[in-house]
């Protein structure tokens, strides 16, 4: 079993920025990517930003030059650095790491951005 836990959310006006981070435990030997989704109120879940253990990454249009996402292998942590938030990037954001059998999620994390 994978443990996920995030934290960084919270309330920021448009063009600030937040840090989202998720810290892994148990059994991660297996794990490659790992992936940041977010969910807004009435819409479907969304890959935002995804990185691999080689750390290639991989980001969504609506976010490309805005967020960055990197990961800490010696503290198996993952980070999200948004930049230039705007409202729409208000959600709940997920960490996702991908292992050998299935798929984990953390509890999510609430974004909400003001105008």
């Known amino acids: 079993q994978v443990q996920l836990v995030e934290s960084g959310g919270g309330l920021v006006q448009a063009g600030g920025s937040l840090r989202l981070s998720c810290a892994a435990s148990?059994?991660?030997?297996?794990?490659?990517?790992m992936n940041w989704y977010r969910q807004g109120s009435g819409k479907q879940r969304e890959l935002v930003a995804s990185?691999?253990?080689?750390?290639?990454?991989n980001y969504a249009d609506s976010v490309k030059g805005r967020f960055t996402i990197s990961r800490d292998n010696a503290k198996n942590t993952v980070y999200l650095q948004m930049n230039s938030l705007k409202p729409e990037d208000t959600a709940v954001y997920y960490c996702?790491?991908?292992?050998?059998?299935?798929?984990?999620w953390g509890q999510g994390t609430q974004v909400t951005v003001s105008s």
């Open positions: 990185i691999t253990t080689g750390g290639i990454t």
């Open positions: 148990g059994s991660i030997f297996g794990i490659n990517t």
């Open positions: 996702n790491a991908v292992g050998t059998m299935r798929h984990y």
